[in-house]
Protein backbone atom coordinates (compact mmCIF):
# COMPACT_ATOMS: atom_id res chain seq x y z
CA UNK A 1 0.00 0.00 0.00
CA UNK A 2 2.90 2.51 0.94
CA UNK A 3 4.82 1.34 -1.65
CA UNK A 4 1.89 2.10 -4.41
CA UNK A 5 1.44 5.77 -2.36
CA UNK A 6 5.02 6.35 -3.13
CA UNK A 7 4.60 6.18 -7.09
CA UNK A 8 3.20 9.55 -8.12
CA UNK A 9 4.22 11.58 -11.04
CA UNK A 10 6.07 14.52 -10.29
CA UNK A 11 7.95 17.64 -12.13
CA UNK A 12 11.96 16.39 -11.90
CA UNK A 13 13.18 19.65 -10.51
CA UNK A 14 10.54 19.42 -7.85
CA UNK A 15 11.15 15.48 -6.91
CA UNK A 16 15.01 17.07 -6.55
CA UNK A 17 14.34 20.39 -4.81
CA UNK A 18 12.32 18.13 -2.22
CA UNK A 19 14.85 15.82 -1.66
CA UNK A 20 16.92 19.01 -0.99
CA UNK A 21 19.45 18.39 -3.58
CA UNK A 22 19.00 22.46 -3.93
CA UNK A 23 16.66 25.53 -4.67
CA UNK A 24 14.28 25.27 -7.48
CA UNK A 25 16.61 27.60 -9.41
CA UNK A 26 19.44 25.39 -8.58
CA UNK A 27 18.46 22.09 -9.69
CA UNK A 28 16.94 23.64 -13.06
CA UNK A 29 20.81 25.06 -13.44
CA UNK A 30 21.77 21.12 -12.77
CA UNK A 31 19.45 19.49 -15.37
CA UNK A 32 20.25 22.19 -17.93
CA UNK A 33 24.27 21.76 -17.07
CA UNK A 34 23.51 17.78 -17.74
CA UNK A 35 24.22 16.90 -14.22
CA UNK A 36 20.76 14.80 -14.01
CA UNK A 37 19.76 10.97 -15.61
CA UNK A 38 16.63 9.81 -15.54
CA UNK A 39 16.67 5.72 -15.88
CA UNK A 40 20.26 6.36 -17.34
CA UNK A 41 18.95 9.23 -19.87
CA UNK A 42 20.59 12.29 -19.31
CA UNK A 43 17.55 15.08 -19.17
CA UNK A 44 17.79 18.55 -20.18
CA UNK A 45 13.80 19.19 -19.70
CA UNK A 46 13.55 20.95 -15.62
CA UNK A 47 9.37 20.05 -16.52
CA UNK A 48 10.01 16.05 -17.46
CA UNK A 49 7.77 13.78 -15.39
CA UNK A 50 9.40 11.37 -13.26
CA UNK A 51 7.75 8.44 -11.44
CA UNK A 52 8.82 9.03 -7.60
CA UNK A 53 9.09 5.80 -6.14
CA UNK A 54 10.19 3.73 -9.28
CA UNK A 55 12.20 5.96 -11.42
CA UNK A 56 15.89 5.97 -10.92
CA UNK A 57 17.26 9.72 -10.59
CA UNK A 58 20.76 10.53 -10.52
CA UNK A 59 22.68 13.57 -10.30
CA UNK A 60 26.16 13.92 -11.02
CA UNK A 61 25.99 10.17 -10.35
CA UNK A 62 24.57 9.49 -7.32
CA UNK A 63 21.57 8.13 -7.21
CA UNK A 64 18.52 10.51 -5.25
CA UNK A 65 15.57 8.12 -3.84
CA UNK A 66 12.24 9.88 -3.08
CA UNK A 67 10.98 9.81 0.35
CA UNK A 68 7.35 10.81 0.02
CA UNK A 69 6.40 11.47 3.91
CA UNK A 70 8.77 11.99 6.84
CA UNK A 71 7.90 11.43 10.41
CA UNK A 72 10.45 12.07 13.44
CA UNK A 73 10.24 12.73 17.01
CA UNK A 74 12.40 14.98 18.93
CA UNK A 75 13.22 15.50 22.45
CA UNK A 76 13.20 19.92 21.95
CA UNK A 77 15.95 21.71 23.99
CA UNK A 78 15.29 25.13 25.40
CA UNK A 79 16.16 27.95 23.49
CA UNK A 80 15.16 26.91 20.19
CA UNK A 81 11.52 28.34 18.08
CA UNK A 82 9.23 25.39 16.96
CA UNK A 83 8.84 26.40 13.84
CA UNK A 84 10.13 25.90 9.77
CA UNK A 85 12.22 29.58 9.23
CA UNK A 86 13.05 31.82 11.90
CA UNK A 87 16.06 34.62 10.48
CA UNK A 88 16.70 35.64 14.38
CA UNK A 89 15.92 32.25 16.41
CA UNK A 90 17.10 28.98 15.91
CA UNK A 91 14.29 26.73 15.03
CA UNK A 92 13.82 23.16 15.37
CA UNK A 93 14.32 22.47 11.80
CA UNK A 94 17.75 23.48 12.19
CA UNK A 95 18.33 20.77 14.56
CA UNK A 96 17.01 17.77 12.04
CA UNK A 97 20.04 17.00 10.12
CA UNK A 98 19.26 13.76 8.72
CA UNK A 99 16.21 15.05 7.04
CA UNK A 100 15.49 13.96 3.40
CA UNK A 101 12.57 16.57 2.26
CA UNK A 102 12.37 20.27 2.40
CA UNK A 103 8.69 20.67 3.27
CA UNK A 104 8.47 19.30 6.85
CA UNK A 105 7.32 21.29 9.80
CA UNK A 106 6.73 20.81 13.51
CA UNK A 107 3.26 19.72 14.53
CA UNK A 108 2.00 22.06 17.10
CA UNK A 109 3.69 24.27 18.77
CA UNK A 110 5.76 23.90 22.33
CA UNK A 111 7.34 27.75 23.75
CA UNK A 112 10.84 28.14 23.43
CA UNK A 113 11.59 27.53 27.25
CA UNK A 114 9.69 24.24 27.24
CA UNK A 115 11.14 21.03 26.34
CA UNK A 116 10.41 17.32 25.47
CA UNK A 117 8.11 15.43 22.49
CA UNK A 118 7.75 16.90 19.22
CA UNK A 119 6.42 15.33 16.11
CA UNK A 120 7.82 16.76 12.79
CA UNK A 121 6.42 15.82 9.58
CA UNK A 122 5.23 16.63 6.54
CA UNK A 123 2.02 14.78 6.32
CA UNK A 124 -0.58 17.70 6.47
CA UNK A 125 -3.70 14.87 7.13
CA UNK A 126 -2.06 13.50 10.21
CA UNK A 127 -0.92 16.88 11.72
CA UNK A 128 -4.65 18.27 10.72
CA UNK A 129 -6.55 15.30 12.81
CA UNK A 130 -3.80 15.83 16.26
CA UNK A 131 -4.42 19.45 16.47
CA UNK A 132 -7.88 20.02 15.40
CA UNK A 133 -9.71 21.27 18.08
CA UNK A 134 -12.60 19.20 17.97
CA UNK A 135 -10.29 15.94 18.59
CA UNK A 136 -9.47 16.68 21.65
CA UNK A 137 -5.75 14.36 21.80
CA UNK A 138 -4.20 14.08 25.03
CA UNK A 139 -1.12 15.56 25.88
CA UNK A 140 0.75 15.02 29.28
CA UNK A 141 3.46 17.23 30.58
CA UNK A 142 5.36 17.13 33.57
CA UNK A 143 5.78 20.53 35.09
CA UNK A 144 7.66 22.54 37.98
CA UNK A 145 6.18 24.70 40.05
CA UNK A 146 6.87 27.67 41.94
CA UNK A 147 4.14 27.35 45.34
CA UNK A 148 2.69 24.68 46.81
CA UNK A 149 0.04 22.62 44.53
CA UNK A 150 -2.58 21.81 46.49
CA UNK A 151 -5.95 19.38 46.20
CA UNK A 152 -7.83 22.46 45.85
CA UNK A 153 -5.75 23.42 42.38
CA UNK A 154 -6.47 19.66 41.12
CA UNK A 155 -10.35 20.28 41.52
CA UNK A 156 -10.07 23.65 40.17
CA UNK A 157 -8.33 21.86 36.83
CA UNK A 158 -10.73 19.11 36.90
CA UNK A 159 -13.31 21.30 36.80
CA UNK A 160 -12.22 23.25 33.83
CA UNK A 161 -10.27 26.29 34.64
CA UNK A 162 -10.94 30.11 33.37
CA UNK A 163 -8.01 31.23 31.27
CA UNK A 164 -9.81 34.33 30.00
CA UNK A 165 -10.48 32.96 26.81
CA UNK A 166 -14.04 32.72 25.31
CA UNK A 167 -14.74 29.25 27.18
CA UNK A 168 -13.28 28.03 30.32
CA UNK A 169 -10.63 25.14 29.73
CA UNK A 170 -11.58 21.68 29.18
CA UNK A 171 -11.20 19.41 32.69
CA UNK A 172 -7.45 18.69 32.86
CA UNK A 173 -6.37 16.05 35.13
CA UNK A 174 -3.66 17.66 37.88
CA UNK A 175 -1.49 14.84 39.76
CA UNK A 176 0.63 15.72 42.38
CA UNK A 177 4.11 14.06 42.28
CA UNK A 178 5.59 16.10 45.16
CA UNK A 179 4.55 19.42 46.97
CA UNK A 180 6.61 22.07 48.46
CA UNK A 181 8.21 25.19 47.79
CA UNK A 182 8.35 24.09 44.20
CA UNK A 183 6.20 21.50 43.12
CA UNK A 184 6.39 18.56 40.62
CA UNK A 185 3.45 17.74 38.61
CA UNK A 186 1.71 15.52 35.98
CA UNK A 187 -0.47 17.05 33.67
CA UNK A 188 -3.06 15.67 31.04
CA UNK A 189 -4.58 18.59 28.54
CA UNK A 190 -6.87 17.86 25.56
CA UNK A 191 -6.51 21.21 24.33
CA UNK A 192 -3.54 23.22 22.83
CA UNK A 193 -4.26 26.35 23.36
CA UNK A 194 -1.78 29.44 23.59
CA UNK A 195 0.40 29.35 26.42
CA UNK A 196 -2.07 26.90 27.51
CA UNK A 197 -0.67 25.32 30.89
CA UNK A 198 1.33 28.43 31.97
CA UNK A 199 -1.96 30.24 31.65
CA UNK A 200 -3.86 27.58 33.90
CA UNK A 201 -1.28 28.02 36.84
CA UNK A 202 -1.28 31.85 36.58
CA UNK A 203 -5.37 30.95 36.74
CA UNK A 204 -4.54 29.80 40.37
CA UNK A 205 -1.84 32.10 41.01
CA UNK A 206 1.21 29.81 40.62
CA UNK A 207 4.68 29.86 37.90
CA UNK A 208 5.48 26.99 35.81
CA UNK A 209 9.22 26.96 36.06
CA UNK A 210 9.93 24.07 33.83
CA UNK A 211 7.45 21.95 31.62
CA UNK A 212 8.37 19.15 29.60
CA UNK A 213 5.85 17.33 27.22
CA UNK A 214 5.91 13.57 27.48
CA UNK A 215 3.39 12.01 25.27
CA UNK A 216 0.81 13.44 22.29
CA UNK A 217 -1.69 10.89 22.12
CA UNK A 218 -0.37 7.70 21.94
CA UNK A 219 2.99 8.97 21.51
CA UNK A 220 5.29 8.60 24.19
CA UNK A 221 8.84 10.71 24.30
CA UNK A 222 11.67 8.05 23.90
CA UNK A 223 13.60 8.97 27.10
CA UNK A 224 16.62 7.39 25.39
CA UNK A 225 17.00 10.66 23.05
CA UNK A 226 18.80 13.58 24.52
CA UNK A 227 17.51 17.24 24.76
CA UNK A 228 18.15 18.47 20.73
CA UNK A 229 18.31 14.95 19.49
CA UNK A 230 15.66 13.48 17.32
CA UNK A 231 14.85 9.75 15.46
CA UNK A 232 12.40 8.97 12.45
CA UNK A 233 9.34 6.92 14.16
CA UNK A 234 9.27 3.22 14.04
CA UNK A 235 6.72 1.94 11.49
CA UNK A 236 4.42 0.46 14.52
CA UNK A 237 4.55 4.22 16.31
CA UNK A 238 3.69 5.59 12.67
CA UNK A 239 0.74 3.27 12.25
CA UNK A 240 -0.53 3.64 15.39
CA UNK A 241 -0.71 7.41 15.42
CA UNK A 242 -2.33 7.49 11.85
CA UNK A 243 -5.17 5.10 13.49
CA UNK A 244 -5.90 7.82 16.63
N1 LIG B 1 1.46 24.86 27.54
C1 LIG B 1 2.31 25.90 27.69
O1 LIG B 1 2.07 26.83 28.46
N2 LIG B 1 3.44 25.89 26.95
C2 LIG B 1 3.77 24.89 26.09
O2 LIG B 1 4.83 24.94 25.47
C3 LIG B 1 2.87 23.82 25.98
C4 LIG B 1 1.72 23.83 26.72
Redesign the pocket.
Known amino acids: MEEKKNRKTIRLDRYLAEMQVGSRSQVKNLIRQRQVTVNGQTVLRPETQVLAGSDCITVRGQQICYVQTEYYMMNKPAGVVSATKDTREKTVLDLLKDAKRNDLFPVG???K??VGLLLITNDGELAHRLLSPGRHVD?V?EAAIKGRVTGQDVDAFAAGVDIGDDKPCLPANLTILESGEISRVRIK?RE?RY??????FQAVEKE?LF?K?LSMGNLKLDETLKEGEARPLTPEETERLKAL
Open positions: RLDDTKYIGHQIKRMVLR
